[in-house]
């Protein structure tokens, strides 16, 4: 069974840093495009940030500059080094991946919770 688990999410205030890994299971995770998106409060799934199988990232305007999108295939695991946290990052951030060239939406973690205040 294919399984993609959050960790590292947390309270964090202002101007701090937080990692996020997803480790992934069940798939051949070379051959995937993976990715983080986030959800706030009252919004819509929105994308942060992409890297394809082949290493290619993505980023979202909004997160450009201060997040890392990496990964790392002998551990099955991709991270995000978020920086210079705002209050506007909070949300529930999300797994994903996706199998390269396939029309289909893929898989999606449980999420983990990233709360940033003041």
């Known amino acids: 069974q294919v399984q993609l688990v959050e960790s590292g999410g947390g309270l964090v205030q202002a101007g701090g840093s937080l990692r996020l890994s997803c480790a992934a299971s069940?798939?051949?995770?070379?051959?995937?495009?993976m990715g983080w998106y986030r959800q706030a409060p009252g919004k819509q799934r929105e994308l942060g940030a992409t890297?394809?199988?082949?290493?290619?990232?993505n980023y979202a305007d909004s997160v450009k500059g201060r997040f890392t999108i990496s990964r790392d295939n002998a551990k099955n695991t991709m991270y995000l080094q978020m920086n210079s946290l705002n209050p506007e990052d909070t949300a529930v951030y999300y797994c994903?991946?996706?199998?390269?060239?396939?029309?289909?939406?893929?898989?999606w973690g449980q999420g983990t919770q990233v709360t940033v205040s003041s």
């Open positions: 069940g798939i051949t995770f070379s051959m995937y495009d």
């Open positions: 994903n991946a996706k199998l390269r060239g396939s029309t289909r939406s893929g898989y």
């Open positions: 890297i394809s199988s082949g290493g290619r990232t």
